[in-house]
């Protein structure tokens, strides 16, 4: 019996999943490139688990991969998911496909970000090539709404760990890197911060994340500018974020910090902080049955992302 209803839970979220569409985020050259030998590669990495999860580096073209709930079942609302990897990877399966199609089940459109990973070899500036790809991601979400079913107006953007890091810096850091994008409407409407890297102070940072995207070693003055607890304005969006105690690879201050900033000045926040779980959890914190997913979902309706509910 409990065979049987799997099959049939795991065809109704087939059911409710649509097709996926993958689209080059730049229709002509990438801007901030230069030639190098960089080829899209993904594999299996088992150090985490036996099972592995899905793994991309050398991230030549970035790209969007959008997941897209039947029309019946949209609500208006979109999320472009950041997967984490500490600026050298992207864990683009449990970090980024298996959320989108979660997202689909509560009727949001998924667009999932392979951004590229800072690299001197390849760019002319690395440390503002990530945040280029997301507003670009974010502009482009914009324009082609209505295509979608998407509220111009409720479109968000999720990171996990570092890129949690990527999505903080696009919820502060909303001015345009590109003169191409000045007149376009950068700032996510909301922000999902699962367990994410946000400072890179000394003290609580994540020194990998910062290492590959600003240098080692950098100057005070650039690490404070994407220390994002710093950044916090009025004007820094609604933010849902989840940590667990025990992460021994993100300090859980790096949540705790943004989500006192975002106190501090006045912006919808809401922090779930869970004893045990480790880092890079995805979807399910190991050992409990708790669900940061649904009461994400629920937070998202609560703040009336989700239209009709």
């Given amino acids: 019996m409990k065979k049987i209803v799997a099959i049939i839970s795991t065809l109704m979220v087939g059911s409710i999943t649509s097709a996926q569409e993958t689209i ?47 029309k019946e079942k949209q609500n208006g609302a979109a999320v472009i998911i950041c997967p984490g990897g500490g600026y050298s990877v992207l864990a683009v399966g449990h970090e980024g496909s298996d959320v989108a199609k979660a997202f689909n089940v509560a009727g949001v459109v998924a667009f999932v970000l392979r951004y590229r990973l800072p690299n001197d070899e390849c760019m002319v500036d690395k440390m503002w090539v990530p945040l280029m790809d997301a507003q670009e991601a974010i502009a ?38 590109r003169p191409e994008l000045n007149n376009a409407d950068l700032r996510p409407d909301f922000m999902l911060l699962i367990y994410p890297v946000i400072s890179f102070n000394d ?71 869970y004893e045990h779980g480790g880092h890079g959890f995805g979807l399910h914190i190991p050992g409990t049955k708790e669900d940061w997913f649904a009461g994400c979902v629920n937070w998202m309706k609560a703040n009336r992302f989700l239209k009709g509910q």
Avoid at 156 to 169: D, E, R, V, W
Avoid at 217 to 241: G, M
């Fill in 140 to 177: 482009w979400v914009r324009t082609n709404a209505n295509q979608y079913g998407i509220d111009v107006h409720h479109i968000g953007i999720m990171g996990f760990s570092a890129g949690g890091h990527l999505a903080s810096t696009a919820g502060t850091h909303f001015k345009a890197v």
């Fill in 203 to 273: 003290t609580i940072g994540h020194l990998g994340s910062r290492d590959n995207l600003i240098g080692k070693n950098p100057d005070k003055a650039l690490a404070r500018l994407f220390s994002n607890e710093e950044q916090v304005t009025l004007d820094t969006p609604p933010t849902f974020l989840v940590h667990a105690s025990d992460d021994d690879a993100v300090n859980p201050e790096n949540s705790i910090r943004f989500y006192k900033a975002l106190l501090k000045n006045k912006v919808t926040a809401e922090l779930h902080l």
């Fill in 24 to 70: 080059s985020l730049y229709a002509g050259a990438v801007p901030n490139a230069k030639p190098c030998n960089a080829r899209d590669h993904e594999f299996i990495d088992t150090s985490w688990n036996k099972a592995g999860i899905l793994i991309v580096d050398q991230i030549a073209r970035p790209t969007l991969t959008v997941y897209k709930p039947p």
